[in-house]
């Protein structure tokens, strides 16, 4: 079960926005998204460095 959720959810999802963007076209909030696409990497990578360094002292 526990690999359905892991596997299988995401691919469905991946497959219906796929289907989704195909039909509809991409959104201009997507289109927004690329342009500033250094900024959230950068954003991400910080605030994930941020919570494990909050999880590992956590339990110390």
């Known amino acids: 079960m526990e690999l359905i959720f892991a596997l299988g959810f995401p691919i469905i999802l991946l ?6 963007f195909m ?4 959104p201009a909030w997507i289109q927004n998204l690329s342009g ?17 360094i909050i999880i590992y002292l956590s339990r110390r």
Do not use: D, P, R
């Not at 497959?15 to 989704?20: A, E, P, R, V």
């Open 36 to 52: 500033k696409s250094s900024t959230i990497w950068n954003f991400g990578i910080v605030s994930m460095s941020t919570m494990t």
């Open 15 to 20: 497959i219906g926005l796929t289907f989704f």
């Open 23 to 26: 039909s509809e076209g991409i």
